[in-house]
């Protein structure tokens, strides 16, 4: 009936407040322990391109909610890399978040990576109204608000993405001008598997010939 309703209503309405207040609560989370020293990884390989083509796909419709395009730039090469899954996941969706928020309808965000020597570099690049050349360094503090005072967000975003990226023992950039739109740069070093992992993958022991080789 009508209480159902009204029930529902306000359920609806609670559910976003709910979830920005987890967000700002793992947020702040974060945030201790990258302070603290405290913040770890769970590292693995895993396809970069698959990786990130489904990322896109799950941003496409925010994007397209605003009448911009989101454009993959793919290496074409051996996409396998080593790292936190989770963890780049959560920079690259601040990232393309952030570009997204501040273009403009009919605007491209692209998203490319490329391999540089021992490095995999990120480039994550927008049309929207630039940042300060002054700000681009600042961008990573705590609590600063990029772009616009106006605008939504807790301003840890960028330094949790930073803390992440370091954690991974690479570093991250902005490149920007204003009125020209904002480019986000991030390395971390592409381990290689050794000899020993490619042919655990190509050839995996059978269960009685590990049990032989410990001595069972």
């Given amino acids: 009936g009508i209480r159902d309703v009204a029930v529902t209503g306000v359920q609806t309405c609670a559910l976003p407040i709910f979830s920005n207040m ?13 302070e603290c020293g405290t913040f770890f990884l ?67 965000v692209k998203v490319s990576y490329c391999e540089m020597n021992s490095w995999m570099e990120f480039h994550v690049e927008d049309n929207g109204p630039g940042i300060p050349e002054a700000d681009c360094q600042k961008i990573f503090e705590k609590n600063w608000q990029a772009r616009s005072s106006a605008s939504s967000g807790n301003g840890l975003g ?16 902005a490149r920007s001008e204003v009125g020209k739109g904002s480019e986000f740069v991030f390395s971390i070093p592409n381990r290689k598997r050794s000899t020993e992992e490619v042919s655990a993958i190509s050839f995996p022991r059978r269960e009685e010939d590990s049990a032989r080789a410990n001595g069972a």
């Fill in 22 to 34: 987890m967000s700002l609560v793992q947020s702040i989370l974060d945030v201790s322990k990258i």
């Fill in 42 to 108: 769970e590292e693995t390989f895993f396809d970069l391109e698959f990786f990130l083509k489904s990322l896109l796909d799950t941003m496409e419709p925010l994007a397209s909610d605003k009448g911009i395009k989101l454009e993959f730039m793919p290496a074409h090469s051996n996409t396998e890399i080593w790292g936190d899954r989770n963890r780049l996941l959560q920079v690259l969706m601040n990232l393309i978040g952030n570009a997204i928020k501040f273009s403009r309808p009919n605007d491209c």
């Fill in 158 to 173: 960028l330094f949790i993405a930073k803390g992440i990226i370091e954690a991974h023992g690479g570093m991250i950039r």
